[in-house]
């Protein structure tokens, strides 16, 4: 087969990989570049990564990924600038007024924004608003600054770039439930007054053998909705150990999500989170869990990796 990106560059579509930016060298780096058609960094662009403490900025990883997607004439997905995780210890830690807390995250917004203004395709400008349930979880923004701090953090992206395509992304919304229809609620509420919301990122953080059966249904109704669609942090974890078996359904289950993205055309493409088992976040999270990637610890291409490229049109 050729590479996934050719193949999904013929259908118009995105694959792409979350990276790490220390890796991106030798057989880590060749795949991420040869495979890849777009980038996501993996933490580089959290907030706690890019302000560590208060006031002094660490780029450097940041830089580095999109340094190396524009030499690989590769797409980067900034992710993510409105979080509940992962955010400086300074920033968790501290109180503050409601007001402080506005002004932070707009300066943090348009500080990483502008700084990578025209350089990225994407932002997941904000990240896993909702509880299962629909409501909105409970968040240093959603207590302090009301939900209303969704539209003002969309403001104040597009306006610091009015070129990125500006997302929210969650996961458990790949399939049509409570939580992805309180999204579809938001963001036909954010269409109608105005603010720029240009997609919606559906994770798929998925479990080996449960496929969300909705899931195309559920891209069409966001498409239909006038917003794009992208799977931002696909895979498919299994309980190890991964047999043949195992690796054989996965790669159906993955083959049924990329092909339910080709089958939309509001549907921009996959992103895999992490392309190898040498860098995903499953068994540090899931006890006894793992082989999630499309790609083993030592980079051969499993029957997943080969499901992608035939969903993408391979052979
Ligand atoms: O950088 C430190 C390192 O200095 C230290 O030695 C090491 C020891 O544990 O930790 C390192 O930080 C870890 C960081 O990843 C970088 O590797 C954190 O402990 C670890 O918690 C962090 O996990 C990340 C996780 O988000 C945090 O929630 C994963 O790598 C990252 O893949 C994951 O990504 C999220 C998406 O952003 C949003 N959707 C869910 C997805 C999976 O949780």
Redo the contacts with the bound molecule.
């Keep these: 087969d050729p590479p996934l990106r050719d193949l999904a560059t013929a259908k118009g579509k995105v694959i792409g990989t ?1 990276v ?1 930016g220390s890796k991106l060298t030798g057989t880590y780096g060749d795949l991420a570049g040869a495979q890849f058609n777009a980038l996501t960094p ?2 580089a662009m ?1 907030w706690e990564s890019v302000e560590p403490s208060r006031g002094t900025y660490n780029w450097a990883e940041a830089d580095q990924i999109v340094a190396f997607a524009q030499a690989h004439n590769q797409q980067v997905r900034g ?2 600038l409105v ?1 509940h ?2 955010n400086p210890g300074w920033l968790a830690n501290g109180t503050w007024t409601p007001a402080q807390l506005s002004t932070l995250l707009q300066d943090h917004i348009t500080t990483e924004v502008t700084r990578y203004k025209g350089k990225l395709a994407t932002w997941d400008v904000v ?2 608003p909702f509880n299962e349930d629909g409501t909105y979880r409970s968040t240093l923004w959603s207590d302090n600054l009301g939900t209303d701090y969704i539209a003002q953090a969309l403001t104040w992206a597009r306006a610091a770039d009015p070129t990125a395509k500006l997302y929210i ?1 969650d ?1 458990n919304v790949e399939g049509v439930n409570a939580k992805s229809t309180a999204l579809y609620n938001l963001v036909k509420s954010l269409k109608e007054r105005g603010i720029p919301i240009d997609g919606v990122g559906l ?1 798929a ?1 998925l479990i080996l053998g449960q496929y969300p059966s909705t899931l195309r249904q559920n891209i069409q109704r966001f498409a239909d909705l006038g917003v794009d669609v992208a799977i931002t ?1 696909l895979d498919i974890r299994m309980q190890l150990p991964a047999t043949e078996a195992k690796s054989t359904q996965q790669a159906a289950d993955y083959k049924a999500v990329v092909d339910a993205c080709v089958a939309v055309t509001r549907c921009v493409g996959v992103t895999v ?2 392309f190898t088992d040498s860098d995903s ?1 499953i068994p ?2 899931f006890e006894g869990y793992g082989a999630a990637t499309p790609y083993t610890e030592n980079f051969t291409p499993k029957p997943a990796y080969h499901a992608i490229a035939q969903s993408l049109g391979g052979t």
Excluded: C, F, L, R
Aim: aromatic residues 18%.
């Design positions: 979350a790490t993996g933490n959290k992710h993510t979080w995780s992962q990240n896993e992304n996961y994770q953080h942090e989170w992490g976040w540090d999270v």
